[in-house]
């Protein structure tokens, strides 16, 4: 089992910067896989970005690459995900989920594991 506890989603004006943070707790780390997905009102949760917890490597969506930037700070135990330029568009429920494994997924149902999502608003 992973325990996963979001937290720094608020309003902020658009080009503004965000970072929210996701903290997993439970099974080892090895082969964790943290994600973070997101969901507009009347859209279907999506991909954002992943982090491979022991390898450092990650995998992002085109919508945010070269926006969004993922780190992991083992001392912490805790995934940020840094979000800079943001715009209207990002406006959703965030969710960080985990999963364990070494090939990426981007499908929600790979990850059995999901926080209780955070609310990012961006006004323009």
């Known amino acids: 089992q992973v325990q996963l506890v979001e937290s720094g989603g608020r309003l902020v004006q658009a080009g503004g910067s965000l970072r929210l943070s996701c903290a997993p707790s439970g099974r080892t780390f090895n082969s964790l896989i943290i994600g973070w997905f997101r969901q507009a009102p009347g859209k279907e949760r999506e991909f954002v970005v992943a982090?491979?917890?022991?390898?450092?490597?990650?995998d992002y969506a085109d919508s945010v690459k070269g926006r969004f930037t993922i780190s992991r700070d083992t001392a912490n135990n805790t995934v940020y995900l840094q979000m800079n330029s943001l715009r209207s568009d990002d406006t959703a429920v965030y969710y960080c989920a985990a999963r364990f494994g070494y090939n990426w997924s981007r499908k929600n149902d790979r990850y059995p594991y999901w926080g209780q999502g955070t609310q990012v608003t961006v006004s323009s």
């Open positions: 982090i491979a917890w022991s390898l450092r490597t990650t």
